[in-house]
């Protein structure tokens, strides 16, 4: 190999490198003429090398370009200058990594530090200087093509965090953030004095021979010195560099070649020195990011050490992630605060101030002239603010995480206020003993270490040993977790050692079985209560479970399982609490665990496994009642029986559970009994199923089993009938009697006797009723004839009757009648209604049919349509339906029925509950009993709604599973309890959009304790208008001071509530009153706010304002919580004093005198200047004629001047006359 000593000497083709441990002599690199420089392998880790160059003759071996930096490679790796003239890197597997072009013909490392790759010209191919990394050397250039990007960390070379290149004409300092590597500037260098006398902009970056570095111009005019060498002394004895350091800052570096240099110069220390002020000066101040976490990590804040170089902190209560790379950022070594206002764990945090340190982004609520105690406290009760700054008479509170920390003397008057939880958390102690220990083995160490080079050679053989002994059990001690507290003396339990355990379960051999908490194994061990010695099950609990529980949560437990005593239950011996090992020691279950008993491969007896559920049952009896023990099912797997059991139990074949078990099928009742307790068992409703007490006592026979809802509702057959409209009325049998009617058929016979339908009640031998049937037909007020169907529910089913005019035939369908595809049509339903009520058979064949009925429209009667008849007569509760509750069948598959909802087409209150009640009734099929279901939908109808929306004083409302509501007259809009859908049992007493499908809430009652709870009750009275009172009658909420007495409320299509007094003015109104909306027609005065809720389900006061300030200013505006401390507007719209109101209207009226030339493409403007039209005048003769009233004259808004109008064009061609700039505000 031809090494470079020389200026002639080059590197030639074919020549190559090798990576070695260790190897230091000349054959290991190629270096420059002057020995100066070195290209070659330098060794960063045990095994690991980067290709670089570096200062030769320093001993550091400072490197100053490497290639393939993110990459290190392994030992054996190879460079090579190929044949192929081209530069090659091979890993130890001969993969090449790295490589630059072809074609050249020799290789140099230069004295400058540049090394190249020249033609046979001797004209450079490639050149490192052309591909920097992170440090500049004198005579290179950074144009703008190029960048340095700084390393990782001091001993990391891959590429870091920071770079520096010439962007948009100025020299800059970037951040870069992962995974994108997104950029962001933080020392913008903006070169205005060479842009302003036409000097140009930066073209690159200048390291000249004398050390002086500077942005220069493309006309070679200075725009900026970054480093400017001191003429009166020379550098030429004097190794120079400028590096972009791991920390981002740009510096510029010395270091003395010999001891002439040292002597003669201002650098008398043979290390790297510093020439001139770092770029950016100070980095912690320079460095503000909107985005991203700042000069330091997360958590933590960037401060000038006393060498000048930034360096990251942690706030107290904060440690590093990692100790190694600090600027990583810190995560608290505490438990954050709870958000539970009933615990007030705030109480358990105090706050640490610590001077000249700022957060200067991410506060999310800022207060002005405050004090700092105010500060401090507004922090401290906030489970969401971590720190907060105050500065002058100024809060802010700051977000987590907390970015861009920094900590100057120049930061006069501001604190960082820390929120730390009190008593030094786990982790705080932790961490602190840690720190310690290490201190004291440092300590140790360094003392051993100084006795060992004082000894003699043997005993320093011994010494070392010794020493290595005693590090080796300092590192296995301080890995070892703390162990924790171990005795529970309160407990008549035994603490055993896992040393014991381990030892009694012989390593833990033979195991038992396994759980979802851990695995048991089977020992034995000498009982310290009795002295005996003794059979165990030894349950070693996983660590991801019980390990993470604190020392408490493990005691409440144990306590809690040694505590119960039962024969039923097993009892526990002791436990073993040590470090990370928890055990807990039960006595041994000779005949093995239950789980093998039922699943294992031979099967209990009859008798055995009757005695086994009730065993079972008394054991989590005295669990859950006597012992008060929270079960948590934690896999839905782990109920037995299942869909099989419910579909043998639901065809009435219950045998097919215990079909190979003759002994069972003797007992066929029992099993039965048995089968229908374990269907009570898993209702899908929690409400419906019994308690463990009365689960024994059924099993016991002590209380009589009743037949359990099915779990499947009713199903619709269709055999090849695709188009057959089907439709099931389901009553509530509380509310009596319904008809239901079809006005659209007019016929002129007499209507049937009213007695008619009691003659039909009087023929079902089997029903029994507490109301008379007896209901009266009428006729509207377009002779329309009302042709019923009256409804019922009995003791046996629900019945439906059918009576059409010129037909006087009628059926009942029983229950337990087998129903198949066109039985039904004969003989009647030839014109009119043909409703029947019937349900699922045993054998699956029902089919529910109707005819000449598809385009119909059926109603309950409404009683206002009657001349003759008012509500209060009878006690029958009548609504309005339309065709949107009927169920087409098209599909021979059999489906579940759904519950339909009532659109409401006029005046009334109508409901459609969510769920589906089932009665049983028992059938017969081939002998064998089976249940069915009676499906009965809850009708609710509320009786103080007349259609008007007039509320009589008196009236009302009672929160609970039947929805009650005051109706507007058009039935847009209810008034009533808003159940919440997160829990049925909680209720808003609210207005809302009634006609939609989702109730959208737009007012509601700012009860303290929003919202109410069942049993609530709100009436409309006489001296306290609106009046809501809870479930113990305590007054919760009203409608507020009445200064006159309330005679009436009229609920308006507007959504307005209002209520009135004798001499009908208003006295209260919702509109207000406002929440979070408003409405068309709403008002909103000069001072009253609208507030938003705090989520779309919790209706509590939000963080958000609208107001119409007194001095006429518009805004939005945040509130603090639950202060309710009003920050500046985050949005305004600039008015007048002379504002009074803002006015929510129900049309937008736009012109435009420029544009005339409007198209009957506009459709909305058309429909808006029509109803303005309308609203305005009056229409006589089909013409509008113009009249203004006095006032009307002084209102800019109205019309000056009306043409004719007889067409849509002529609506068009009207000119809006431009409001003036008050009215328009």
């Excluded at 003429?231 to 190794?239: H, I, V």
């Amino acid at each position: 190999m031809l090494l470079c000593w020389t200026n002639a000497a080059n590197i030639t083709l074919g020549s190559s490198l090798t990576a070695k441990l260790n190897n230091h002599n000349e054959e290991s690199s190629w270096l420059s003429p002057n020995g100066d420089f070195s290209f070659g392998f330098q060794q960063i880790q045990k095994d690991g090398f980067l290709l670089a160059i570096w200062f030769n003759k320093i001993p550091e071996k400072t490197i100053v370009w490497s290639a393939n930096r993110d990459n290190l490679v392994q030992q054996g790796s190879i460079v090579e200058l190929t044949k192929l003239g081209s530069l090659s890197l091979r890993d130890s597997t001969g993969k090449e990594v790295w490589s630059t072009g072809f074609g050249v013909d020799h290789a140099a490392m230069l004295n400058t530090g540049n090394f190249v790759l020249a033609n046979k010209d001797f004209s450079n191919n490639w050149e490192s200087f052309n591909e920097p990394t992170d440090t500049l050397l004198p005579t290179q250039v950074l144009t703008t093509t190029k960048q340095l990007i700084a390393s990782y960390s001091k001993s990391n070379y891959s590429r870091g965090r920071y770079l520096m290149k010439i962007d948009d004409g100025d020299l800059v300092l970037f951040s870069r953030r992962p995974p994108k590597d997104h950029e962001s500037i933080y020392w913008p260098e903006n070169l205005i004095d060479g842009r302003s006398t036409g000097q140009g902009i930066s073209f690159q970056v200048m390291f000249n021979k004398s050390g002086s570095i500077y942005v220069q111009a493309r006309n070679e005019t200075v725009l900026k010195w970054l480093s400017q060498s001191n003429s009166s002394s020379s550098t030429s004895g004097l190794y120079q560099r400028a590096i972009l350091e791991y920390d981002g800052v740009f510096r510029h570096y010395v270091y003395p070649k010999d001891d002439d240099t040292l002597n003669s110069t201002a650098w008398p220390l043979r290390k790297w020195s510093q020439t001139s002020q770092a770029i950016p000066e100070n980095k912690c101040l320079n460095f503000r990011s909107p985005v991203g976490s700042g000069a330091c990590g997360y958590n933590s804040y960037c401060s000038i050490d006393n060498d000048g170089r930034p360096s990251c902190y942690c706030p107290n209560g904060y440690t590093f992630i990692d100790s190694n790379d600090k600027m990583k950022g810190c995560v608290p070594i505490f438990e954050a605060q709870s958000c539970n206002e009933d615990l007030e764990d705030y109480k358990n945090f105090y706050i640490d101030s610590i001077d000249f340190l700022n957060w200067p982004y991410g506060d999310y609520e800022n207060f002005q002239s405050v004090s700092e105690d105010w500060c401090r406290n507004a922090c401290l009760v906030d489970c969401f603010c971590p720190l907060a700054i105050f500065a002058g008479n100024k809060c802010y509170k700051i977000a987590a995480p907390l970015t861009n920390g920094m900590m100057d003397s120049s930061i006069q008057g501001t604190k960082s206020l820390v929120k730390i939880r009190k008593g030094n958390s786990t982790a705080s102690k932790q961490c602190n003993n840690l720190d310690s220990k290490r201190k004291v083995d440092k300590t140790t160490l360094i003392v051993i270490g100084s006795v060992i080079v004082s000894s003699s050679a043997v005993l320093n053989i011994l010494l070392l040993i010794t020493s290595l002994v005693f590090c080796f059990r300092l590192r296995r001690k301080a890995s070892i977790t703390k162990p924790i507290q171990k005795n529970i003396p309160e407990m008549n339990l035994q603490n055993f050692s896992f040393f014991e355990l381990e030892k009694a379960t012989n390593g833990f051999k033979e195991q038992l079985g396994a759980g979802a908490f851990g695995v048991v194994f089977k020992g034995v061990v000498e009982l310290v209560n009795n002295n005996i010695t003794s059979i165990i099950a030894v349950k070693k609990l996983y660590n991801n479970n019980m390990v993470k529980e604190g020392e408490q949560e493990f005691k409440a437990e144990v306590m809690s399982i040694g505590s119960t005593n039962h024969k039923n239950l097993v009892k526990l011996i002791g436990f073993c609490n040590e470090g990370q090992h928890r055990l807990l020691v039960y006595e041994y279950m000779s005949n093995g665990s239950l789980a093998s008993f039922l699943f294992g491969p031979s099967k209990p007896s009859w008798h055995q496994r009757k005695q086994l559920a009730l065993g079972i049952a008394r054991g989590l009896f005295y669990l859950h009642e006597e012992k008060n023990v929270e079960a948590n099912v934690e896999d839905d797997a782990q109920i037995i029986l299942g869909d099989w059991a419910c579909d043998c139990y639901e065809s009435g074949k219950v045998e097919c559970l215990v079909e190979n078990d003759d002994e069972a099928k003797m007992e066929m009742k029992m099993v039965e009994k048995y089968v229908m307790v374990a269907l009570w068992c898993i209702q899908e409703d929690p409400s419906l199923r019994p308690t463990m007490k009365k689960v024994m006592l059924m099993l016991e026979g002590s209380e009589n089993v009743s037949a359990p809802p099915l779990l499947n509702s009713v199903i619709i057959y269709s055999n090849g009938t695709r188009h057959c409209d089907g439709l099931i009325l389901l009553i509530n049998h509380e509310l009596g009697t319904m008809l239901l009617c079809n006005p659209t058929l007019k016929e002129s016979t007499i209507l049937p006797e009213p007695n008619y339908l009691k003659t039909c009640f009087n023929k079902d031998k089997n029903e029994i009723r507490q109301k008379s049937p007896y209901v009266e037909f009428g006729h509207d007020s377009k002779s329309n004839d009302y042709k019923c169907v009256a409804i019922w529910c009995g003791e046996s089913m629900c019945k439906a009757e059918v009576y059409t005019m010129g037909s006087d035939s009628w059926r009942k369908i029983k229950m337990c009648q087998d129903i198949t595809d066109g039985e039904l049509s004969s003989g009647f339903c030839w014109k009119g209604v043909c409703y029947w009520m019937v349900d699922r058979t045993g054998n699956g064949f029902t089919s529910i049919l109707s005819f000449n009925m598809s385009n119909e429209e059926f109603h309950f009667i409404h009683l206002p349509d009657f001349e003759y008849w008012t509500i209060n007569k009878y006690d029958v509760k009548f609504s309005v339906w339309n065709d949107s509750i009927v169920l087409f069948v098209k599909s021979a598959k059999e489906r579940i029925l759904r519950i339909f909802k009532m659109d409401v087409s006029e005046a009334g209150s109508c409901s459609w509950t969510e769920y589906v009640h089932a009665n049983p009734v028992k059938c017969f099929y081939n002998e064998a009993p089976f249940w069915k279901n009676d499906e009965i939908l809850m009708q609710l109808w509320n009786e103080n709604s007349n259609g008007n929306g007039t509320i009589k004083i008196g009236a009302t409302l009672t929160a609970g599973d039947k929805v009650f509501s005051w109706l507007s007259p058009s039935g847009e809009f209810a008034l009533g309890f808003h159940q919440l859908p997160h829990n049925k049992d909680l209720f808003l007493l609210a207005i809302w959009f009634n006609k939609l499908r989702g109730k959208t809430v737009v007012w509601y009652a700012d009860t303290p304790n929003n919202p109410t709870p069942k049993g609530s009750k709100l009436e409309l009275t006489a001296d306290r208008g609106l009046l809501l009172t809870g479930p113990r009658n305590q007054e919760l909420w009203k409608s507020g001071t009445i200064v006159s007495q309330a005679d009436m409320a009229i609920f308006n299509d507007t959504g307005n509530f209002v209520l009135f007094d004798r001499k009908s003015k208003k006295i209260w109104e919702s509109f207000n009153h406002p929440t979070d909306t408003l409405l068309s027609t709403k008002v909103l005065e000069k001072g009253v706010v609208v507030s938003s809720s705090i989520s779309p389900t919790n209706f509590s006061k939000g963080r958000f304002q609208l107001s119409l300030k007194t001095n006429g200013k518009f805004g939005l505006y945040t509130m603090n919580l639950p202060s309710e401390h009003l920050n500046s507007n985050y949005y305004t719209k600039e008015t007048t004093n002379t504002v009074e109101r803002f006015e929510f209207v129900r049309r937008r009226i736009e012109e435009n005198q420029e544009n005339k030339e409007q198209t009957l493409e506009n459709t909305l403007e058309v429909f808006s200047k029509f109803l303005f039209l309308l609203t305005q005048f009056s229409i006589q003769e089909n013409k509008l004629k113009h009249s203004l009233s006095d006032d009307a004259k002084q209102d800019p808004i109205h019309l000056k001047i009306l043409p004719k109008i007889s067409s849509l064009q002529d609506i068009m061609s009207i000119n809006f006359p431009r409001a003036d700039s008050k009215a328009n505000t």
